[in-house]
Nanobody, 130 residues
Framework: QVQLVESGGGLVQAGGSLRLSCAAS???????????VGWFRQAAGKEREFVAT????????YYGDSVKGRFTISRDNAKNTVYLQMNSLKPEDTAVYYC????????????????????WGQGTQVTVSS
């Protein structure tokens, strides 16, 4: 079993930045470097939204249209951690942000829908004030 813990959320003014972290622990944490990892968010009263993902082997990155050019996903394999750097934050970025991991190959569509992921964190709140 893998446990994912998000951190780094908080309250920030519009135009500011935050960096979220997703740390892995548990039985397979040592192979976290081989996992595909995604970030999703869910605002109050809205459906879950794909934010970004980094793929398993090649480490390719993909972003949701609403965050392209502002958010960057990266990983530090030595720390078993994936980051989401969020710049130029907007009030509409306010949501609970979740990270998720998958150790199985899957399509980009499945990454983006979230169906590819077996493990999910509990989420961290990001609030952007105007």
């Amino acid at each position: 079993q893998v446990q994912l813990v998000e951190s780094g959320g908080g309250l920030v003014q519009a135009g500011g930045s935050l960096r979220l972290s997703c740390a892995a622990s548990g039985r397979t944490f040592s192979t976290f470097s081989s996992a595909g990892v995604g970030w999703f968010r869910q605002a109050a009263g809205k459906e879950r939204e794909f934010v970004a993902t980094i793929t398993r082997k090649l480490g390719l990155t993909y972003y949701g249209d609403s965050v392209k050019g502002r958010f960057t996903i990266s990983r530090d394999n030595a720390k078993n951690t994936v980051y989401l750097q969020m710049n130029s934050l907007k009030p509409e970025d306010t949501a609970v942000y979740y990270c998720a991991a998958s150790y199985s190959p899957s399509s980009l569509a499945n990454y983006q829908s979230g169906s590819a992921f077996d493990y999910w964190g509990q989420g961290t709140q990001v609030t952007v004030s105007s």
